[in-house]
C-alpha cells in the first residue's frame, strides 16, 4: 500500500525565516502529488500539485515544491515566512484514479 | 458557489446513538469522498464514490455506511457510535479523470462520542 512520511510533526519559525517541509513517499509507478494547507478553523486547501512535466512547481502564496524521483520526495519550500503562514500542513499522493493517501500533517508555527 | 458545505457543523452523542452527516457540493462533481481527521494520523478515507448510487470502502470504513442517492449529496451514517469514532470529518468532491485532479473539501464536522 501507498504511504506517505512527514517527519517534521511540528516546526516552529519566526517571521522572514525560510521554511522546508519533508514528505517522502512509497510508489513505484507514476505519481501525482499534492500539497494541502489548513488554517486554523478552516477547511483544506490546495497549495499546489505536481503531475507533469517540470519537478519545481510553484504554488499560491509563494510556496513551492520540488519532486525528486529518486528519492521519492516532494518537499515543500517557502524563502520567508510570515505570521499568517501558520497553519497545518498535508503532503499526499494519489494512490489510485480515485484516490489520495495524505500524510499525518506538519503543524507549522510562525512567531511576529 | 457554496462548493462543498458540511451538515451539521458540531455535534455530540453519547455511546449507542446513531446520526447522518450530510456533505453537498454544486460543482457537478462526480466523485464524493468521506475522510476522518486525527491528531497525528492526517486524514484517512473511509468511504467514497465514483457516482450517483455507487459506493466504495476506503481504509477505515468499519463502523460506517454512506449513501449518494444524488449526485450532489453524499452522506455518512454511524449506526451506534463509539468513543473512538470521536473526530473531525471532511468530505471533498473532484472530477473524475484522475490525473492532477484536486479535491475540493468542505469545512468539516467535529464529533464528540461519549
Known amino acids: 500500500a501507498q504511504s506517505v512520511s512527514q517527519h517534521n510533526h511540528h516546526v516552529i519559525l519566526s517571521e522572514a525565516a525560510s521554511l522546508e517541509l519533508g514528505c517522502n513517499y512509497s510508489?513505484?509507478?507514476?505519481?501525482?502529488l499534492f500539497w494541502y494547507v489548513q488554517y486554523p478553523g478552516q477547511h483544506l486547501q490546495l497549495l499546489l500539485k505536481?503531475?507533469?512535466?517540470?519537478?519545481l512547481v510553484k504554488g499560491i502564496k509563494g510556496f513551492e515544491a520540488e519532486f525528486i524521483k529518486s528519492k521519492f520526495s516532494f518537499n515543500l519550500r517557502k524563502p520567508s515566512v510570515q505570521w499568517s503562514d501558520t497553519a497545518e500542513y498535508f503532503c499526499?499522493?494519489?494512490?489510485?484514479?480515485?484516490?489520495?493517501?495524505f500524510g499525518s500533517g506538519t503543524q507549522l508555527t510562525v512567531l511576529p | 458557489n457554496a462548493g462543498v458545505t458540511q451538515t451539521p457543523k458540531f455535534r455530540v452523542l453519547k455511546t449507542g446513538q446513531s446520526m447522518t452527516l450530510l456533505c453537498a457540493q454544486d460543482m457537478n462533481h462526480e466523485y464524493m469522498y468521506w475522510y476522518r481527521q486525527d491528531p497525528g494520523m492526517g486524514l484517512r478515507l473511509i468511504h467514497y464514490?465514483?457516482?450517483?448510487?455507487?459506493?466504495a470502502k476506503g481504509e477505515v470504513p468499519d463502523g460506517y455506511n454512506v449513501s449518494r442517492l444524488k449526485k450532489q449529496n453524499f452522506l455518512l451514517g454511524l449506526e451506534s457510535a463509539a468513543p473512538s469514532q470521536t473526530s473531525v470529518y471532511f468530505c471533498?468532491?473532484?472530477?473524475?479523470?484522475?490525473?492532477?485532479?484536486?479535491?475540493?473539501f468542505g469545512p468539516g464536522t467535529r464529533l464528540t462520542v461519549l
Open positions: 464514490s465514483v457516482g450517483e448510487g455507487t459506493t
Open positions: 499526499a499522493v494519489r494512490s489510485s484514479a480515485r484516490q489520495l493517501t
Open positions: 505536481y503531475f507533469s512535466g517540470d519537478p
Open positions: 471533498a468532491s473532484s472530477y473524475p479523470g484522475g490525473v492532477g485532479n484536486e479535491q475540493f
Open positions: 510508489y513505484g509507478g507514476t505519481v501525482n
